[in-house]
């Protein structure tokens, strides 16, 4: 089949959805622009017309992934929803997402250290490619910024549900971050066609911690 030239059009999302699909399989070392390239019919020559590079595309596959999560997330936190239901909504949705996501959600879980691991460019590099990574940086850290703010929402309904009287006092933060490592956890071992769907497996992991925050614990806890 021949390759789409540079100047034809081709969308965005779906050299996303490849580029995670050939990370997830390839792992970021090995995965290049021509795996990916090539996953979208593109030549690798073409794909930089829409990537500068693969760092560039790796961030943007994790910036559509945290997108897509954050804006649900939030749109439960913010209703008028007792916390208890709020949290159960919240962790079903992100687990469901990741369900239906692996391939990102694998790219959440292994390749944040290689974002993290990205060099500046040699001391002789061009002012281009000097504009180019001052550009991946502020968006890698505006990344960062965004998912510290959706750690946050669930922290926020953690603490309001404390303050009800509907959980019980626990370390938030600490929490919080167990709560999330399990979510990500299920986008790298689930297997579609498994025993359970995603929505079975976000059900249970919900009840799982919703039980660990209930009051009752406390009263077991000190009998």
Known sequence: MARKPADQSVNRDEIIAAAAEVLQRNGYEAATMKDIAAAVNLTAASLYHHFKNKDALMLAVLEMGLDYILAKIQAIAHSD???DDKLHKMI???IVSLT???AVGAAMVFEIRALMNVKPPPANASPADR???EEFVARRDAFFTQRDQFEHVFRHVIREGIVRGVFREVDVPVFVKALLGAHN???VWYKPGGRLNGE???ALTANYFLAALSRDKTQHETT
């Open 81 to 83: 929803d007792p916390p």
């Open 100 to 102: 239906n996501n692996t």
């Open 92 to 94: 079903c949705e992100h």
């Open 200 to 202: 079975q497996i976000a």
């Open 185 to 187: 956890w299920v986008g």
């Open 131 to 133: 504009a180019d990574y």
